[in-house]
């Protein structure tokens, strides 16, 4: 793992496991963008251009993730994978690019680009195609 506090920015390399509730995110490399849950006026804990102590890290809060390679959702039944993600913090959703497909029970679906709203239970797939009674690809 990487942080540089000047950017805002955590790198993980290698398998990176990412989890939140019943969510978990797979990948080869993911960018963790953060900002601080200070107030404004309020000083900052840690220094400039250093790696923090953990303990620095409950100051911020996650505003985006940037995954690549290999990338695997998982919530309860539902499995999705691609090529890239994007987890918006904020809105609670999920961009994924990169041959995109999602599977759950019975049916599977591709696209070019899949977005999914985790909160509302809902996902929106741009060309689309919907297979149903799908072989399940292999689960890593």
């Known amino acids: 793992m990487t942080v540089k ?4 920015l955590a790198i993980f390399e290698g398998d990176v496991v990412m989890s939140k509730e019943d969510m978990t995110i797979t990948a080869n490399h993911a ?3 953060f900002a601080s849950k200070e107030t404004p006026g309020q000083t900052s804990k840690s220094t400039p251009g250093l790696i923090s102590p953990q303990a620095h890290f409950d100051d911020n809060e996650v505003t985006l993730i940037h995954a690549t390679g290999d990338v695997v959702l998982k919530q ?10 994007y987890y918006y913090q904020k809105e609670d959703k999920v961009v994924l690019l990169g041959e995109p497909v ?3 029970k019975d049916y599977r679906v591709t ?3 899949m977005t999914i ?8 797939i741009e060309g689309s195609k919907v297979l149903i009674h799908p072989k399940e690809p292999a689960q890593k």
């Open 5 to 8: 506090n000047l950017e805002h």
């Open 31 to 33: 960018e963790v963008t």
């Open 76 to 85: 309860g039944e539902k499995r999705a994978k691609s090529n890239e993600a």
């Open 102 to 104: 999602a599977w759950e």
């Open 111 to 113: 696209g070019t680009k």
């Open 117 to 124: 709203y985790l909160k509302e239970d809902r996902s929106v």
